[in-house]
Every structure is written in structure tokens, then in C-alpha cells.
Antibody, heavy 122, light 107 residues
Framework: QVQLVQSGAEVKKPGASVRVSCKTSGYTFTSHYMNWVRQAPGQGLEWMGIINPGGGDTNYAQKFQGRVTMTRDLSTNTVYLELSSLRSEDTAVYYC???????????????WGQGTLVTVSS | DIQMTQSPSSLSASVGDRVTITCRASQSIRSYLNWYQQKPGKAPKLLIYAASSLQSGVPSRFTGSGSGTDFTLTISSLQPEDFATYSCQQSFSSPRTFGQGTKLEIK
């Protein structure tokens, strides 16, 4: 069965960086693009970007350009999200979310990780 | 960016009720509209994709309709496990954007 297992909660100071991992299993890693979506406390969902695990190409939301990096490790079937220059407004639960498309980007998300809480506080 | 607006923001209903949630896009997104259900402390779950296609494993009491800018999610007969927050999301263009969510509560 498809599983996306994310790394644990993080507490960071303003200005620091955070890296969240999402380890996948139960399907061919390169066959589905992976998205990152975040949710601030009590707020709606916000799409951050997408990575094609096959080629490593990425597309980031303009809001996060320059601060976000998505990468993947083919040897461990894991994708990573790194967000730099953290500020208090980045406090949120971060989710990896698999694209439903098969070797393409349909833009809807059929499997999600359990979420990783990132708290930014001095 | 395409703005997605849901109404209502919250809704009280009873088990067995029929409920409808509306989502409006700031421009035409054809049928590139998806619906998710989220329970407290849990990740979202895909219910409907492409406006009206039921995701595998989702009960048939959930139906989606609409195209262009106006969409609806209907739950035909509410079950206790349906009380949750529902969000729409457009997949017409990047960046993907979500509505603010509709919280469905027990009356």
C-alpha cells in the first residue's frame, strides 16, 4: 500500500532553515510527482510547489521562490523540502502530497503524508 | 493567481441531511476542480477530482458538479463520519490554490 512518512516536528528560530523529509513506499517512486502543501494554525491549505522525482525538476509557488528547495533521493525514495530564512509566519504543518497523475502532473493529490509541524519562535 | 472562494464558511447539519457546499473560482477553470475532506489533526483526503469524478474508495453519497467558475459538493445523506472541513482546490494553473474551507458541524 502507498505510504508517505514524514519526519518529526521541528522548532526553529527566525532566520534559520528547516528540512522536512517524506519517505515513500508502495509504488514506483518516479511515477508520481510530489507536492508540498502547508497549513498554518487554523488556516487553509497553501500549495508550495512540486517536484518530479524522475528528473528532479521543480516548480515553486512564486511566494516561496528564493527560499524553498525541493529535492529527492532515488536511493531511498525520499523527497525533501527545505525552507530558509524562516519567520514566525512559516509556523505551520507541512504536508507532502502525491500527485494522482501517472508520470504527469494532474494537479490533484491522492496520498498525503501525516504532516510535520514546524514552529518558528525566538 | 486564481482565487477560490467557498461558501458557507461553516455549516451546521444533522445526520441524514443533504448538504451542499459551493466553491467559486476567480476565473474559468473549466473542470479542473478538486474536493478534499480534512478531519482535525489529520491530512486532507481527496474526495472528488475533475469536478465530478469520485476518487476510489469514497462513498457514493459524495457528488461534485460544476464547470467554469461555479462548483458544488453535495453530500446526499450525512453520516457521523462526514463531519469535517471540506476544501476545494483548482488544478487548472500554477500555483495550485485552495478555498478557505467549509467546516461542517453537527447540529
Amino acid at each position: 500500500q502507498v505510504q508517505l512518512v514524514q519526519s518529526g516536528a521541528e522548532v526553529k528560530k527566525p532566520g534559520a532553515s528547516v528540512r522536512v523529509s517524506c519517505k515513500t513506499s508502495g509504488y514506483t517512486f518516479t511515477s508520481h510527482y510530489m507536492n508540498w502543501v502547508r497549513q498554518a494554525p487554523g488556516q487553509g491549505l497553501e500549495w508550495m510547489g512540486i517536484i518530479n522525482p524522475g528528473g528532479g525538476d521543480t516548480n515553486y509557488a512564486q511566494k516561496f521562490q528564493g527560499r524553498v528547495t525541493m529535492t529527492r533521493d532515488l536511493s531511498t525514495n525520499t523527497v525533501y523540502l527545505e525552507l530558509s530564512s524562516l519567520r514566525s509566519e512559516d509556523t505551520a504543518v507541512y504536508y507532502c502530497a502525491r500527485d494522482r497523475g501517472y508520470y504527469t502532473d494532474y494537479g490533484d493529490f491522492d496520498y498525503w503524508g501525516q504532516g510535520t509541524l514546524v514552529t518558528v519562535s525566538s | 493567481d486564481i482565487q477560490m472562494t467557498q461558501s458557507p464558511s461553516s455549516l451546521s447539519a444533522s445526520v441524514g441531511d443533504r448538504v451542499t457546499i459551493t466553491c467559486r473560482a476567480s476565473q474559468s477553470i473549466r473542470s479542473y476542480l478538486n474536493w478534499y475532506q480534512q478531519k482535525p489533526g489529520k491530512a486532507p483526503k481527496l474526495l472528488i477530482y475533475a469536478a465530478s469524478s469520485l476518487q476510489s474508495g469514497v462513498p457514493s453519497r459524495f457528488t461534485g458538479s460544476g464547470s467554469g467558475t461555479d462548483f458544488t459538493l453535495t453530500i446526499s445523506s450525512l453520516q457521523p463520519e462526514d463531519f469535517a472541513t471540506y476544501s476545494c482546490q483548482q488544478s487548472f494553473s500554477s500555483p495550485r490554490t485552495f478555498g478557505q474551507g467549509t467546516k461542517l458541524e453537527i447540529k
